[in-house]
């Protein structure tokens, strides 16, 4: 079938775009009920319809803006979408402002967890990087700027939020040590950025069940587990210095259903890095 038109476009934004919102202030919404809605606006199929949403998630990451976990992101989308989705961005301040509310707030408690062992999860599978034309973050002759919604850098400025992850990880390495049979190991876990600061590139000392250090450094979002997250220069240089002891602890659907995936080693060979904020000095 053909590209879709902008009208088309534009619906399956709005549809999207009010889930979102949903979502965010945390009330129930039927996906298939929506789909079959919009069947009726604009004469796709189902499959077509669950494609195109799971297209939204992929550039609402890519402009590091929060997506509905749901629908897992799909890069191969028109530049159509893309513009559309910057547009209302753009033009809906009442959804800008929610979320930077949701990535701001501080974290609530978690429910209870029956069995900490069991949160751990394998790393989500994005595919290949998909640059569209215009680049995200690249001037376009016709409209300037390409926004990036800063929900990442909130919620990575969010102490609460990112406290809160640290503590379910000190947690969950704990209860590992422990049932290896390593509880003298279990007992020496360090939580490092509360007790020596910030600067040492990781914020918990664990252990290998051999002895061996294991540094990890935790980002913690309320999103799904492909939401960006940023690190710092010096995160990046201990990961590459030190590799083989490097884990970077993911923590995602926090408050909700915590869980989290490992990323091993250098994060530079893991993820793809964006530079979106240089240090200056004049020359």
Not at 51 to 66: D, Q, T, W
Not at 93 to 105: I, N
Not at 136 to 148: I, S, T, W
Not at 150 to 177: F, K
């Amino acid at each position: 079938m053909n590209d879709w038109t902008r009208q088309e476009v534009e619906a399956a934004v709005s549809d999207y775009f009010e889930m979102l919102e949903a979502e965010l202030r945390g009330e129930t919404f039927n996906k298939a009920e929506h789909n079959r809605n919009l069947q009726k606006i604009i004469s796709r199929s189902r499959g077509s319809i669950e494609f195109k949403h799971e297209n939204i998630s992929a550039v609402l990451i890519e402009l590091g803006c929060r997506y509905i976990d749901g629908y897992k992101p799909r890069r191969n989308y028109q530049d159509l979408l893309r513009d559309v989705i910057v547009e209302r961005l753009e033009a809906s301040q009442p959804l800008r402002h929610l979320l930077q509310m949701v990535a701001d707030a501080p974290a609530r408690d978690m429910p209870t967890l029956k069995d900490i062992l069991s949160i751990k999860v394998p790393p989500p599978q994005f595919g290949p990087r998909r640059v569209p034309k215009g680049g995200v973050g690249q001037l376009r002759e016709d409209r300037g700027p390409m926004p990036v919604i800063d929900y990442a850098g909130r919620e990575e400025r969010n102490r609460s939020l990112g406290l809160a992850g640290e503590h379910l990880v000190l947690n969950y390495e704990h209860e590992r040590l422990w049932m290896a049979g390593k509880k003298r190991l279990a007992e020496r876990i360090e939580h490092v950025s509360a007790t020596r600061g910030d600067h040492l590139g990781y914020d918990v000392r664990s252990f290998e069940e051999s002895g061996d250090d294991r540094l990890i450094e935790v980002k913690t979002t309320r999103a799904g587990a492909m939401q960006p997250f940023f690190v710092t220069r010096n995160e990046l240089r201990v990961s590459e210095v030190r590799p083989e002891e490097y884990h970077l602890y993911r923590v995602h659907r926090f408050e909700r259903d915590p869980r989290f995936f490992v990323l091993d080693g250098a994060v530079s060979e893991c993820c793809d890095l964006d530079g979106m904020v240089y240090q200056a000095r004049v020359k």
